[in-house]
């Protein structure tokens, strides 16, 4: 008998919501693999909208019990670009420094994705947002969602 290697197809799409920038914020994914669908999303109080597009791809991969062939559909020019342009490869190279110099934003996030990235085989797809995508426009609801439930301010402390 001849065994090859084989990975799992995961199609994800992913995105990511923040209520001011910075402010309450939420990411959300979907997984897909055959007939599965998987849903998840959350919340940050004091985040920015790069940062939970970002965290959406990596709580999906994440999520991910073995290596899988994963195609994250992202309409986050940030993410998608910083991969596919290999922008990340020279803030590498560079020291984790920008062409100008500068730090790259979001290194914590950077290096947790190119964690997940080395367990699985990864392909991002820029996807065009608020169009009319299903589970792009699903994404983004689920993210607006936690953010509307909780990201709402406190009201005034204290008894009557």
């Known amino acids: 008998m001849i065994r090859r290697n084989y990975m799992k197809e995961i199609a994800v799409y992913t995105d990511g919501a923040c209520s001011g920038n910075p402010g309450p914020g939420g990411w959300a994914c979907v997984l897909m693999y055959g007939e599965h669908v998987k849903e998840l999303s959350g919340y940050e109080p004091e985040t920015t909208n790069n940062r939970m597009e970002m965290l959406a791809a990596i709580e999906a991969l994440k999520k991910l019990k073995e290596p899988c062939s994963v195609t994250i559909h992202s309409d986050s020019a940030y993410l998608v670009n910083a991969i596919n342009q290999r922008w990340i490869n020279n803030w590498l190279r560079n020291g984790w420094k920008t062409s100008t110099r500068q730090p790259v934003e979001n290194q914590d996030l950077w290096r947790e994705l ?46 009557i």
């Open 114 to 159: 190119l964690v997940q990235m080395n367990v699985h085989k990864v392909t991002f797809v820029k996807v065009k947002g608020h169009a009319n995508n299903r589970w792009n426009n699903r994404c983004d609801e689920l993210a607006v969602g936690q953010v509307k439930r909780r990201g709402k301010p406190e009201g005034p402390r204290g008894g």
